[in-house]
């Protein structure tokens, strides 16, 4: 739908460290990249750089943009444009900064900011995922289509968006998490402590008795064998991080009856995550009267994977005697739903999630 779309929106991944500028038309870039040092520690500066980069990316732009939109990390109000709150890498916003209504200010235009999860699940939702697994569907001959999404983001922390029938879920206070959910193993702190990068490197050190500090990557390499190290604390160490993950996903799918999908640096370690991820989201639960159920009331499917795809795609459908008379109905007993890694990479589709999140609103 917006890959054909001739409006151009800017774009901004805001990192602590840095900025990166460009601006989207038809759901690609069309700007080279710009990056400055974000100088977070000083709000004047950081402001000053912010309105900086998109004057330059506007100056390469061959029409007027209608929109500014981007992710920002961290706590926001995000539907009124003000940042604040508790910002680890952000330090001169904690006590809130009207930053939207600042840029308005500045060029006259539209302002779209959103959390990076948030902008990650509506571009897999519109140019990504979702639409491949449908089209993937008819092509088997299947007949259901999916309209929910959970997009994840493995990396710094757990992060997630929502998608609702086509739409972004903001909630009523910008505020759809999961990272704050209770750890599997440890339900007094947060799951994040056991699915985020931090939570591979302190796995490993403790399982591994290794205190130097290894990179995440370090870790997988070991995993592979391809660098020394305890290669069974590296693999349990991804399996914890996939337990923990997929304790949080089953409580989040189970409320959204949504499909799944998950991007992020991290996600290149999936081949030692996805095992115990999956084992959570299809484990057993039981009644006090004896009775058997699944955690997840969906079957769950692993939609990288071509054989599990088609029985996702083609499996069910039966006729149903209509009780009294000759009729029979079409019914499909077997709820399903499925998880997916992101094949566009978490920085592009917050960027187009980014773009469709302002033509969205710019529509409305």
Known sequence: ?????????????????????????????????????????DLDLCLATMAQGFEEVMSKLDRQPVAISFAFPGPADYKAGI??????NF??????VALGQFLENKFGMPVFINNDGDLFALGEATEGVLPHINRRIRELGGSKQYHNLLGYTFGTGLGIGSVIDGRLNT??????????????????????????????????SEFSGDRRGLTPFDIFKIAEGTEPGDRDAATKSFAMFGEVAGDAFASA???????????????????????ALLKELRADMATLGGDTLKRVQMQVFDLDD?????????????????YGSDRTVDYDPIKRTGIAVSTLGASKAISIGAYVYALQNIEL
């Open 1 to 41: 739908m917006y890959k054909t779309d001739k409006r151009t929106v800017v774009t901004l991944d805001a990192g602590g460290t840095n900025f990166v500028f460009s601006a989207m038309r038809g759901c690609e870039f069309i700007v080279d990249p710009i990056t400055k040092p974000s100088n977070a520690h």
């Open 83 to 88: 940042i604040g709150g508790y910002l680890p």
């Open 91 to 96: 330090p001169s916003f904690r006590q809130g």
């Open 171 to 204: 909630g009523n206070n910008s505020c759809v998490e999961t990272f704050c959910l209770p750890h599997k193993g440890r339900p007094d702190i947060i799951a994040e402590e056991g699915a985020s990068i931090r939570a591979i490197k302190r796995y490993y």
């Open 253 to 275: 799918v189970t409320l959204t009856d949504s499909l799944i999908v998950v991007g992020g640096g991290l996600t290149g370690a999936m081949k030692y995550i996805r095992p």
């Open 306 to 322: 071509p054989d599990e795809f088609k029985e996702f795609a083609t499996a069910g459908s039966q006729k149903l005697k209509v």
